[in-house]
Structures are given as structure tokens and as C-alpha cells.
């Protein structure tokens, strides 16, 4: 509560004595010069979009109270504690992409069992599964916010979670104006076809998966090949561009839209305070950061060494080892039957 009464904290001017100068919220920010009328607004909509990137200033008071002192500047009435709070600016990393055997792209919902999985190639074999790591910070806050929890970071998500910071999945906001893409599409759009892609709309974690590194600033997007990932069937040939991007306006920052009473804030807002005209919030406008790669869909393959003539040459012996190549992912289960 900061509402200046009994409940919460109050705030006065230290140059008026016997507490007599008791303010309200909206009157003390008016003689911080915060606003510009406390009759008409009441101190919660003082930004004009989320925190940008730099150092604030934190207080504790023991006893709730806090003044305008003689120089027109904020203090606490007896400061218990003080401490410097740093946000830094949001970037975009590397993308990688890896195989893992085949399987539900859910198998591996911890971060450990993924890693353990992976192997980096950008060469994915039919059937098995393609994870894509982007090293990406400033969006976990909105998949906790999209998912109503923090266990969303820990649980992981389907695509259709990451989809709403995208824009493609609305749900009960339209967040396009957030300008957070991230795009896996194929160059094989005809004139009656559009180009296969990812499907940032399915919600079912089998062929879609996100999983979660807040900590380390990185995210991995896992697909089962063999699924409904994808907006079409994928196969042998398919090269597929992974785009992530936090883009602005070139000539507008990222307003809140203080109108939008269909979808309420935080998540309200665009390039000048126009929903849908993308903006990324933390960055100047004309300042957008985009990574990309490459990964290709390829026919599973095995080449056996000490192949004569179209024969495979094993040595006489009580023991005798086959050998070759493939570019089925490590860990896969496989037979080879001789005879």
C-alpha cells in the first residue's frame, strides 16, 4: 500500500512541521516532480513503458515513512537499509543447433538429461530430434507472465507458450508489440504453398518442447522431426533458417498503450504506444539485434569400413569388430544383423 494512510507508507515534507504536511501518494511524487498533477493521476502510471537498463536506488524505512527533504529530494524518515539495484541491457547470443536420438520431444524435460542428449550438428538425420539452443536474456519474465507462474522456467513449456511472446499465439493478449520473433523456416514456399515452419501454435509437448536456462541466458527448443512440429511434413533435403530477434521501430520506442482495455498491461503496448507496431521495450529505437543459423533435415545414413567391392571384409577370429559411420545421433539404439 502506498497510499499515504494507516495501512502502508506514508510520505510528507520535511519542511512542515507537527506532520501536518502528510501526503498522499500522488502529492508526493508531485513535489518530487515525478508528475505533473496530483488531482488528476494517482502515481501508478508514472512509466511510459518497463524499467530501461540502469542503476536505482533502493531504501528501507524502519518506520514506513518517507520525506521530501530540504532539497527537494526523496529520503526515508529513519533509513534501515539502502542497496544499489542494476538492470542490464538485454542481448542476443548465438544460436547452436543439435541431434538427439528420436524421441518425444519431451523425453529430456530436465536441462541435465537434455545436455547429456545433445550433440552439436547442423546436419539433423530423419526421425531424429532437432534441438535448437539460442542464447538470448530479457524474456523470462514474460514466459513467467504468459505461463501465470515461475515453474514455467523450471517445468518448460510447449510451443505455443513461446508463440505468445511472438505474437503467434494471442491467447487473452496480443503481444506482437513486444518485438520478440523467433523463427525456423524453410526457402520452399511455392505460389500455392507457403514455406514450411515452425509451428509456434502447437501446444503439444511431443512435438514441441521448450526448455528453460534462465541462469546461464539460454533456452532450447526441441522437436520431434517426426511430429506435427513443423506446419508441413519435413523430409530428406530441407534446409531451415533459424531466426531470433528483438526488433524496434525506427523511429519509435516502446510505449505502453494506456487505452488498451482488451488486453491490459504489463503486456500492453507497441512503437509509440500502438499495439502490434513492434518494439522491443529495453532498446532504443533503430536498434534491433537479430542471430541466426542454419540446420539441414538429411536421410539417415551408415557407411561400414573394410567394404571390398561391395563385400564387407570381417577377419577370421574369435573376436572381430565392424565398424563405420553414421549420422543417426549418438545414443541412438541400432541392430546389425550378418550373416
Known sequence: E???????AT???????????????????EELDLIDNADEEDGTDQLTRPLQPADYELMAAANGEFLVNSDGESEADNEVDSALFELTAPSLGDITTHTAPGDNADADDELEDLLDSATAREEIAEDDRLIIQVEATGLYGAIVHANGD?????????????GVLTGETTGDQDWTGEGI???????????????????????????????????????FVVVDTTGNAFTQDVEDGDEFDVTMEYETDGDDRYEFDTDADDYPA??????????????????????????????????????????????????????????????????????????
Open 2 to 8: 502506498v497510499h499515504g494512510d494507516d495501512t502502508g
Open 11 to 29: 510520505f510528507w515534507d520535511e519542511d512542515v512541521e507537527d506532520g501536518n504536511g502528510d501526503y498522499t501518494f500522488a502529492e508526493y511524487l
Open 150 to 162: 515461475f515453474g514455467a522456467l523450471e517445468d518448460g513449456t510447449t510451443l505455443a507458450s513461446l
Open 181 to 219: 520473433n523467433f523463427d525456423v523456416e524453410a526457402d520452399d514456399a511455392t505460389g500455392n504453398q507457403e514455406a514450411t515452419s515452425l509451428d509456434l501454435e502447437n501446444d503439444n509437448a511431443g512435438d514441441g518442447y521448450v526448455v528453460y536456462d534462465e541462469e546461464n541466458g539460454q533456452f
Open 266 to 339: 504489463p503486456y500492453a503496448g507497441g512503437a509509440g504506444g500502438d499495439i502490434g507496431e513492434e518494439a522491443y521495450p529495453y532498446f532504443q529505437a533503430g536498434s534491433s539485434q537479430d542471430t541466426t543459423a542454419t540446420v539441414s533435415i538429411v536421410e539417415q545414413e551408415v557407411t561400414f569400413d573394410n567394404v571390398n567391392n561391395g563385400v564387407l571384409e570381417v577377419p577370421i577370429g574369435e573376436e572381430a569388430t565392424i565398424s563405420g559411420m553414421t549420422n543417426v545421433a549418438p545414443g541412438s539404439d541400432a541392430e546389425i544383423r550378418v550373416s
